[in-house]
């Protein structure tokens, strides 16, 4: 891997582990539950991010450029929840991602999706921009309503991502996930989805790690909880320390949001 890309990934990937906190909903789902207030949202959580995966307008708006923790840049978008959802372009450039001192560039792809090919082609583009300067690209495999979230699916998906130059994947936790690991050759982490129970996110996250994903990109299930501190604090705890689900929901507020 070359030095630049290398660092960046470094910068982003503790110890080959990551946690991932993703406030990037808004580029296509408006004001999301729990992200009215981006900064308000993201500030308090930002102590306890590996990384952040945003968009430049709430970099610009709402993250101090001080505060030093690695930015993932959402780079593909142009759509809404209003339209075809696959229907992606590339909105942000190479040059904006340097200017804003990413750490990488994340772009979604829909395989099986109604505009797979463009989206893929979306993932190309960066990808070719992107080790001219030493910018690594994350892939996000994102799952149209009609597609099974299966490892034979997802396993498709991400090794495509990844066959295209991906340097790191996002998927989602299925049924037999050491398969889709083990078919892609670059680093997966998987997103948290829907807000579900506090336990029932943690129990995601473990049984993630333990099929060998290397942490997580998790946004509704940290910022929607009612304790998004505990919340990110006890999915470090997994991701990094090794922590069981039992060891890590006693970083939750309260004996209430524990048993959740
Ligand atoms: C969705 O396309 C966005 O990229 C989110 O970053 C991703 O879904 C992860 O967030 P969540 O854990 O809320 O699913």
Redesign the pocket.
Known sequence: MDWGVSNRVSRIMRGGRTVML????G??QGPTTGLENPRKTITPLLPYADSL?LTRGVLRTSVDPEHPVPVVL?ASGGTSILKELSDEGVTTSMDEAVRLNASAV?V?IFVGGEKERQTLLNLSELVNEGERLGMPVLA?T?VGREMERDARYLGLACRIAAELGARIV?TYYCQDFEKVVGGCPVPVII?????VPEREALQLAYSAVSKGAAG???????FQSSDPVGMIRAVRAIVHDGSTVDEAAKLLAGPKAARA
């Open positions: 993703a406030v990037d909903h580029y296509f995966m959402r994340a979604s996000v994102a996002k997103a948290g989805g829907k807000k997580v990109d998790m946004g509704r299930n940290i």
